[in-house]
C-alpha cells in the first residue's frame, strides 16, 4: 500500500487472549460532569452529547483503560453505530483509537482489554463488531487478525449531509 489507509475489519466472535497480565482495567462512560474521556482532547466531548441527545442508538460509548500501578498501559474507545459509519449494521459497535504504551507492547494488553469489553457488550445483545487501524499500523492488523477479526474493505471519506459532514464508505475487498 503506498498510501496510509483506514482498514475495517469485523467479526462477530473475539478470540480469547492466550495470557493474561493482572493489571487494573477501568472503564468510562460519559456523566453529565464528565463529558471527555479522562487524557483525550476535548473534541470527544461531542460522543458524550452523541450519547445523551440519542444520536448513538444504545448507549455503547466507552473508554477502557489498563494501568500499572498509576502508569496507563494500554487505552481504547467502543463508539457504537452512527451516521458517520453507515457500513456498520444497527447495534453494532468499533474499538478503535487503540493504542498501547511502548514498555507494554507484544504483551497482549489490548486484546485482554478488548476481549473484556467485547463480553460486556455482548451481555447487552451487540453481536457484531469492527475493529479500526490505519494501513501503516501492521501491529494493530495483526492484532485484530489473532483476535478474529476478518479485513472486509477501506474505509473513504465521503461527504453527505448538505455537503458538510463527512461519512465513511466502505469499500469491501473482492
Do not use: C, H
Request: a positive charge; zero cysteines.
Amino acid at each position: 500500500m503506498n498510501k496510509k489507509e483506514i482498514l475495517a475489519f469485523k467479526t462477530s466472535k473475539v478470540t480469547s487472549p492466550k495470557s493474561e497480565m493482572i493489571l487494573r482495567l477501568e472503564k468510562w462512560s460519559p456523566t453529565t460532569i464528565n463529558l471527555v474521556p479522562p487524557g483525550k482532547p476535548n473534541q470527544y466531548f461531542i460522543f458524550s452529547l452523541f450519547s445523551f441527545i440519542g444520536i448513538f442508538k444504545r448507549n455503547n460509548y466507552f473508554y477502557y483503560r489498563f494501568f500499572d500501578k498509576t502508569k496507563l498501559a494500554s487505552s481504547f474507545l467502543v463508539v457504537p453505530r452512527f451516521f458517520k459509519w453507515p457500513y456498520m449494521d444497527k447495534g453494532a459497535v468499533q474499538f478503535t483509537y487503540v493504542m498501547t504504551s511502548s514498555n507494554y507492547r507484544g504483551r497482549g494488553l489490548a486484546w485482554q482489554g478488548i476481549y473484556k469489553a467485547y463480553n460486556d457488550l455482548k451481555k447487552n445483545g451487540i453481536n457484531q463488531f469492527w475493529y479500526i487501524t490505519d494501513s501503516e499500523n501492521l501491529a494493530s492488523q495483526r492484532l485484530a487478525e489473532k483476535m478474529g477479526f476478518e479485513l472486509v474493505g477501506k474505509l473513504e471519506p465521503t461527504k453527505r449531509f448538505f455537503g458538510i459532514i463527512k461519512t465513511l464508505k466502505l469499500n469491501e475487498n473482492k
